[in-house]
């Protein structure tokens, strides 16, 4: 009888997918992964909403609202939950927002930045509301594990799907370990 | 008989002469003690407390402490690489580095001993802090969100540049980055980016406005061997001092 596939959740918060690019960046690597995990919920599958996981992979730092309720979904959902990359370790770029209020934020984007045209803060309600700061994710919930990086190299997530697989922690050496 | 005085680090026989600290001792026999404030040619400043090692059961700063004829110093043990490791963690949280847009990345001596020292994460929470940037010099460019307070800066203006530019201002987390001038703006300073104190700068603080990103990911100092291996440098640093103390 075959063993059960791992079930992986993805999803990017205040981040740039390129952590998920990073991923599928593994290259031919995937064939024998996917042998033994499959996905749920995440940007590859493009399924809303998450179901019982093993493993949650949070890409992004917490920049609104709607960041926040995904990210408890996450923690609801996953025995383990990963911060993927320096924005859901420390925030990242979209953290360098924080030397700013959020008015001027808003201000310099939609009314004064270069180029605007018909300029106007949009207000829609289902706008999810901006939070005053850009924060990590440890910030809001338990973190299980973290993969540095900008994004974290192809080989990093492979390790630490295989480590959790195995039963062993993760080790990341040198090259697999780095900020940028 | 010699007269030759030496003490044990990590159990290597390291020679010294009498008035030299042990972190002295140890960099000019190509010993590493992980370190971010000291340089060889300035005087100590005893603030990084990267540099700890046990003497006799103590922990002491390696870069204060003068060295002792046949004293046993040990700094590679688990317990010192941990406590280590959470200053580099409380120095992470303390400022803004955020290494994907810092020009320094991959040569920035702070982010190679948390390599080095095995870390993933902050362990801490970010304290998130707004500070000033100073743009106002047409050849550096100061970035106080990277300032590690070293005062490696504010040493090389006196002692090497004779110009005495930079300083430490204020008290606790209040402390700050200062230039000596009417304005407090580094253009008005004698500051030139041919200074020594241009081109010390541990992280991305100082930057020279022209001449960044000139290496590629893969080719800068540290993307290939840990700092304990290279020492800690600036790609940029052309000085012989700095130099001088490459462990290879």
New interface residues.
């Given amino acids: 009888m075959n063993k059960p596939k791992v079930r992986v959740a993805t999803c990017s918060l205040a981040g740039c997918f390129g952590c998920h690019m990073s991923f599928l960046d593994m290259d031919e690597a995937i064939i024998p992964l996917i042998e033994k995990i499959e996905f749920d919920r995440s940007p590859l599958t493009d399924i809303k909403s998450i179901g019982t996981c093993d493993i949650g992979l949070i890409e992004g730092g917490l920049c609104n609202e709607e960041n926040k309720e995904v990210l408890h979904q996450f923690r609801q959902h996953c025995t383990l939950l990963v911060a993927v990359g320096a924005c859901a370790i420390n925030g990242g770029v979209p953290a360098m927002r924080n030397h700013f209020t959020v008015d001027e934020c808003l201000e310099e984007s939609y009314l004064n930045g270069l180029g605007v045209i018909d300029a106007q803060i949009p207000s829609d309600a289902e706008l999810p509301k901006l939070l005053s700061k850009v924060i990590p994710l440890q910030s809001e919930v338990r973190i299980d594990y973290i993969l540095p990086g900008c994004p974290p190299p192809p080989q990093a997530f492979l390790e630490l799907i295989n480590a959790i697989i195995e039963k062993r922690e993760p080790v990341l050496d040198y090259h697999n370990r780095r900020f940028d | 008989m010699t007269d030759e005085l030496n003490f044990l680090l990590d159990g290597v026989e390291i020679p010294f002469h009498k008035g030299q600290t042990i972190m002295q001792a140890a960099t000019a026999a190509g010993a590493y003690i992980p370190h971010l404030c000291f340089h060889p040619d300035l005087a100590p400043h005893g603030s990084c407390r990267l540099c700890i090692v046990d003497v006799n059961g103590k922990t002491v700063s390696s870069c204060t402490q003068p060295a002792e004829d046949r004293q046993e110093v040990h700094s590679n043990i688990p317990e010192l690489q941990q406590a280590r490791l959470r200053l580099i963690q409380l120095l992470?949280a303390e400022g803004?580095?955020?290494?994907?847009?810092?020009e320094v990345?991959?040569n920035c001596q702070l982010?190679a001993l948390?390599?080095d020292l095995?870390?993933?994460?902050?362990h801490y929470?970010?304290f998130?802090a707004?500070r000033a940037q100073d743009g106002s010099h047409p050849e550096l460019f100061i970035d106080r969100d990277r300032c590690i307070l070293c005062d490696l800066c504010g040493r090389a203006s006196c002692s090497s540049d004779n110009k005495n530019v930079y300083g430490l201002s204020g008290r606790g987390e209040q402390t700050h980055l200062i230039f000596r001038s009417n304005s407090g703006n580094l253009a008005d300073t004698a500051a030139s980016v041919n200074d020594h104190a241009a081109h010390i700068c541990p992280v991305g603080c100082i930057l020279p406005k022209q001449g960044n990103y000139m290496q590629t990911?893969g080719n800068r100092l540290y993307d290939?061997a840990?700092i304990h291996k290279v020492g800690n440098h600036r790609m940029d640093d052309s000085t012989s001092a700095n130099k001088g103390h490459t462990n290879e």
């Fill in positions: 992470f803004n580095h955020f290494c994907p847009s810092c990345s991959g982010q948390a390599y095995g870390m993933t994460h902050y929470a970010p998130s707004v990911i290939n840990p």
